[in-house]
T-cell receptor, first 113, second 114 residues
Framework: QKEVEQDPGPLSVPEGAIVSLNCTYS??????FMWYRQYSRKGPELLMY????GNKEDGRFTAQVDKSSKYISLFIRDSQPSDSATYLC?????????????FGKGTLLTVNP | DSGVTQTPKHLITATGQRVTLRCSPR?????VYWYQQSLDQGLQFLIQ???????AKGNILERFSAQQFPDLHSELNLSSLELGDSALYFC?????????????FGPGTRLTVT
């Protein structure tokens, strides 16, 4: 079983839709949960992160973490064509100075105008 | 633009050869990370350096090595290349004091081994 599982999609939605992206994980030591966005032929860029369980909102984006279920989600409201990209979840534990991130394989999202 | 630079953008080489990928972190960032991205494996952490010292190792093959220099730029050396090493190689850097959460990725080097 991989440490982080993410449905690769592809996911295609109309403009204005609410998008839900999800990851599950198996390592209970993970404490930091991140979402990165990667446009085609570019490096990933950090969208937002949460520590431990709970919700975090940033504009049209909301990240949720449910540690009891080992499940994290990213919601995009009022999706725009510019949101079309691959979304990668990433996680790390809280230990020391080892900053290793474990990534999901990414979900390819297309928002159609 | 993340502020992280990588050279070269593209590299085509033959099996058995050796290549060096170069990365310059954002100004002031002490940590550098290397990742490999392929279609089947996704984005895989290879190695982390902090201020010249190795801090963490991931799924890095013995044929691969890296170092970080006093001016903080880093190089990833790949030797005895195999077809399966064809991938995108990303370098990232992070701000000190952020526990490596906010990593800024470069544009990547696309390596093709023929």
């Amino acid at each position: 079983q991989k440490e982080v599982e993410q449905d690769p999609g592809p996911l295609s939605v109309p403009e204005g839709a609410i998008v839900s992206l999800n990851c599950t994980y198996s390592n209970s030591a993970f404490q930091y949960f991140m979402w990165y966005r990667q446009y085609s032929r570019k490096g990933p860029e950090l969208l937002m992160y949460t520590y431990s369980s709970g919700n975090k909102e940033d504009g049209r984006f909301t990240a949720q973490v449910d540690k009891s279920s080992k499940y994290i989600s990213l919601f995009i409201r009022d999706s725009q064509p510019s949101d079309s990209a691959t979304y990668l979840c990433a996680m790390r534990d809280s230990g020391g100075s080892n900053y290793k991130l474990t990534f999901g394989k990414g979900t390819l999202l297309t928002v159609n105008p | 633009d993340s502020g992280v630079t990588q050279t070269p953008k593209h590299l085509i080489t033959a099996t058995g050869q050796r290549v060096t990928l170069r990365c310059s972190p954002r100004s002031g960032d002490l940590s550098v990370y290397w990742y490999q991205q392929s279609l089947d494996q996704g984005l895989q952490f290879l190695i982390q350096y902090y201020n010249g010292e190795e801090r963490a190792k991931g799924n890095i093959l013995e044929r691969f090595s890296a170092q970080q220099f006093p001016d903080l730029h880093s190089e990833l050396n790949l030797s005895s290349l195999e077809l399966g090493d064809s991938a995108l190689y990303f370098c990232a850097s992070s701000v000190s004091g952020t526990s490596g959460i906010e990593q800024y990725f470069g544009p990547g080097t696309r390596l093709t081994v023929t």
